[in-house]
């Protein structure tokens, strides 16, 4: 059997770095081995909407910059006609939904083995972000149920605000394998000021 490792698995976890402040306001950990998939499509079909809502329990969203959540799956608006989609690896539900695709017009990409998600939170976790990102972060602009493409310490990224189960408000960053690691080695460094946990990923 092939042993499947994450786009981070050299990154020793767990870390513990206590801040300035003898706190730790910041927390990250990789969300490793989602699916990625890139989806394009007419808005306009109602054929093409439906057979997504009906497989993914997801409605796609049509406004610039929105996700939609739905079970254990996420749409990302990346643009008029292309979303990301964001969920389990292995899903009989997407299975289905290639299937209802094929008569559609549409475009199905697997970015699965080229993307990972990186999700930072935490008391402090905008002031690290800010550090390297020109968007407006505040709560009153970027707040539930948005997304953002921007480039955050020289890599493209994709940003969304998510609400972790056990901690709160955090937010997940999509980024190529490729950058990654220097992503989260710029991460990491930048929260060492407020303190910060690296947790094991979770898959």
Not at 104 to 127: E, F, K
Not at 169 to 187: N, P, Y
Request: net charge negative.
């Amino acid at each position: 059997m092939t042993t499947q490792y994450s786009p981070l698995s050299e990154f020793k976890t767990p870390q513990r770095q206590l801040g300035a402040s003898n706190r730790l306001d910041c927390w990250l950990e990789e969300q490793a081995f989602l699916a990625h998939f890139n989806l394009r499509g007419d808005p306009q079909n109602s054929d093409f909407l439906q057979a997504v809502k009906k497989q993914l329990g997801i409605e796609l969203p049509l406004l610039p910059n929105t996700v939609s959540f739905g079970g254990k799956w996420r749409g990302c608006w990346l643009g008029p006609d292309e979303w990301l989609l964001l969920g389990p690896r292995r899903s009989k539900p997407f299975e289905a939904l290639v299937s209802d695709l094929s008569a559609i017009h549409h475009s199905l990409v697997d970015l699965s083995g080229g993307q990972t998600v990186i999700r930072i939170g935490g008391p402090a976790w905008r002031d690290v972000l800010g550090s390297a990102c020109t968007l407006d972060l505040h709560p009153r602009a970027f707040e539930a149920g948005r997304c953002a493409q921007t480039v955050l310490a020289h890599s493209n990224v994709l940003l969304i605000y998510v609400h972790d189960d056990e901690r709160g408000e955090a937010l997940d960053i999509v980024v190529r394998r490729s950058f990654a690691d220097h992503l989260l080695s710029w991460l990491t460094d930048a929260a060492t000021e407020v303190g910060f946990e690296l947790h094991r990923p979770r898959t």
